[in-house]
């Protein structure tokens, strides 16, 4: 499943994506005619610290397409070093370029690696385009071919096997329905993708008793009975290089932070504030900076991405909002209904997202939200809600939204029979996902969630 002449991407939608590629960021093989099959091609010897540091990690490539990228060197336990036939990458993928000048296959850089990546890994794109200089090349992942170029000629994509302990390398399968794919069903995608990895050219397929062709030369889903033709595309699954942590080894340490960051801060804490806070500051509010390799970040990170999926958004920053006033009210409120409701089943808090403006956010983060304003305040369980309600017009594209605590209480279906014993309204009465309260004291602006579109135009 790793050649790109077996699975191929799609070939219809014409979305771009800008990768920088220009000389100051690649990192060429020496120059020369491309080693014989099986040799390696060595990048420039990167040592990272591993658990042996006498042992440095040293990344090499071999110019064989069929060859994988070796899962014991992913995690720092290849004993053979150089001599291994197999590729030894920082990441369980790999995105290379032919080059016509030297004949050898030029490796992009490493923020290059992950960007290209993460478009190859949308089923509704097609197509990237590279950046080098004042040039723009544009590969298509359905042939990986680049046109418009007189430099390079074609891309490839490397990758580990599928049996890897931490994070084997995945597919998964759509067809296309008018404007949007969809996902075979697991049985169907295991058998398609079985045919793929016997390098079979097609395959029969029965859905709903209506029998297809499948044709994985220009992955296209026939009906038998109509001749209608669909198109299929085969995509990897995204595995960004923070979900591998711990277990990825090729990759520089992470810096030492002080352990409260080590906190899950959607779990209860025995301090009294949040132990990141700065206690001793003598402003009313601070913006807390959370490292984006901390427990805390990544654990927003992964409630926030449930929604809206790594491959569609970058998360610029996220900050904990330290307000001591607010938080005290909002304690002081989280005691009370506690009492008042200690027999219900149903969780008295949630953590929930609510998009706004950039004008809006420093009042929030001061005053708290205002439920004056409407009829209450709005949150969602899902941050692709809360998106609609933020604006990409902000300077250099940032757009903005906060996970709230929130105190749901008991909640009510019908806004109209809104009364003191209930303490939000919702949207439906089984697992609702859409909140209004009205009460400022249920309410804490926890973190500030600045993050930009995945853009059409990435310039690295």
Known sequence: MTSPKVVKHGSTHKTCALLSISDNV????????????????????????????????????????????CDSFLLGKCP???SCPKHHTALPFHWQLWCLKTLTWVDVQSSAQVLLERRYCQVDRNIACLHD???????????????????????????????????????????????????????????????????????????????????????????????????????????SPESMHPYLKTEPAQPLLQPNFSVDPLEDFTSLYPPVWSLDSKQDMNLVNVPACSRAFKTVQKVFTEGLHKTMVDIVSIYMVQNALHWDKYQRKKVSMQKKHDSCQEPLERHLFHGTKQRAVNDICQNNFDPRRGNGSYFA??????????????????????????LVGKMILNPYSWQDRYDACVNKAY??????????????????IKFKDASHFIDI
């Open 26 to 69: 690649l990192q060429p093989s020496p120059p020369g005619l491309a080693p014989p099959d099986g040799q390696a091609s060595p990048s420039p010897a990167a040592q990272i610290t591993s658990e042996s540091p006498a042992q440095p990690l040293l990344f090499h490539t071999k110019s064989l397409n069929d060859v994988e990228i």
């Open 80 to 82: 053979e070093g150089t």
């Open 133 to 239: 200089g004042k040039m723009i090349y544009t590969v298509e992942f359905n042939t990986m071919e680049i046109s418009c170029s007189s430099k390079y000629s074609r891309v490839r994509r490397l990758s580990n096997s599928e049996s890897h302990p931490y994070f084997p390398a995945k597919w998964r399968i759509y067809w296309r329905e008018i404007l949007e794919w969809k996902e075979y069903t697991q049985d169907q995608s295991d058998f398609l993708l079985r045919k793929i990895s016997q390098k079979e050219p097609h395959c029969s397929l029965i859905i709903d008793a209506q029998k297809y062709k499948v044709d994985f030369t220009n992955m296209t889903q026939i009906n038998v009975k109509t001749g209608y033709k669909r198109d299929v595309r085969c995509v990897a699954v995204y595995r």
């Open 381 to 406: 369980a899902s941050a692709e809600t809360s998106y609609q309600f933020t604006t990409s017009g902000e300077p250099d594209g940032v757009r903005h939204m906060f996970l709230a605590k929130v």
């Open 431 to 448: 697992l609702p996902d859409e909140f209004i309260v009205s009460d400022s004291c249920q309410i804490y602006p926890y973190f500030l």
